[in-house]
């Protein structure tokens, strides 16, 4: 059902799942995330997973298994949640090399990434809230994987559905998921006939009255 909800999915702009997510009162928007790898026709699609970013030093952090990177399931999407102010990036170009190997779909960064040139030359879907010329260097360390998270003032957990493209990134409680898809397919029709009347020629608050529902 999943793979079957992902495909339709696809279809659609973040902005269409946006209008679904506001008609059904559900907050998904992680505003000022932008694209930034590969290109402007990048749209992404999957499974949230999820790390947890802290300062590094300061007290005892808890130190995972392995590489936070590592931990990620195939095919799925990394969102990482990292401390407010962080001016270093904890995104880079080697990051993006063993993703593409473990068949990862993109990542999601509430902060900065780097190596911009390096993920579009790699074709590596890339959304952040921002550049940095600095790696980590120690200042923020992963402390948790597959937990929930706080992204842009947005709660993410474990397999949570993200939508990601040109226009933002959204995610989708994985419990709606089907309801949500349900959502976008009923209003993009309704937008199909909202255009269609006005290239009739339709005045725009006349189109608007007759057929919005939100």
């Not at 699609?45 to 970013?53: E, F, K, R, S």
């Not at 790696?135 to 706080?150: E, F, H, L």
């Not at 226009?167 to 209003?187: A, M």
Request: net charge negative.
């Amino acid at each position: 059902m999943t793979s079957e909800l992902l495909e339709r999915l696809k279809m659609f702009s973040t902005c269409q799942v946006a209008d679904a997510l506001d008609n059904l009162k559900i907050k998904g928007h992680m505003p000022d995330i932008q694209l930034y790898s590969p290109d402007e026709e990048c749209r992404i699609v999957g499974l949230a997973h999820t790390v947890q970013m802290v300062p590094s030093g300061g007290g005892k952090v808890p130190s995972l298994e392995k590489h936070h990177v590592d931990s990620s399931p195939p095919e799925s999407i990394v969102v990482i949640s990292v401390p407010p102010n962080v001016t270093t990036a904890n995104w880079g170009g080697l990051m993006s090399t063993r993703a593409i190997a473990m068949n990862l779909k993109g990542v999601i960064l509430d902060g900065r990434a780097r190596d911009i040139e390096e993920h579009r030359e790699m074709n590596f879907p890339v959304f952040a809230r921002g550049v940095s010329i600095h790696g980590s260097g120690g200042s923020t360390t992963a402390s948790a994987v597959g937990v929930p998270i706080n992204c842009s003032g947005v709660t993410v957990r474990e397999n949570d559905i993200i939508s990601a493209d040109l226009n933002g990134v959204v995610v989708i409680p994985q419990e709606r998921f089907e309801e949500v898809v349900n959502k976008i397919e009923e209003l993009t029709k309704i937008e199909e006939q909202m255009m269609e009347a006005l290239r009739e020629g339709n005045p725009i608050g006349e189109t608007f009255s007759k057929f919005r529902l939100y």
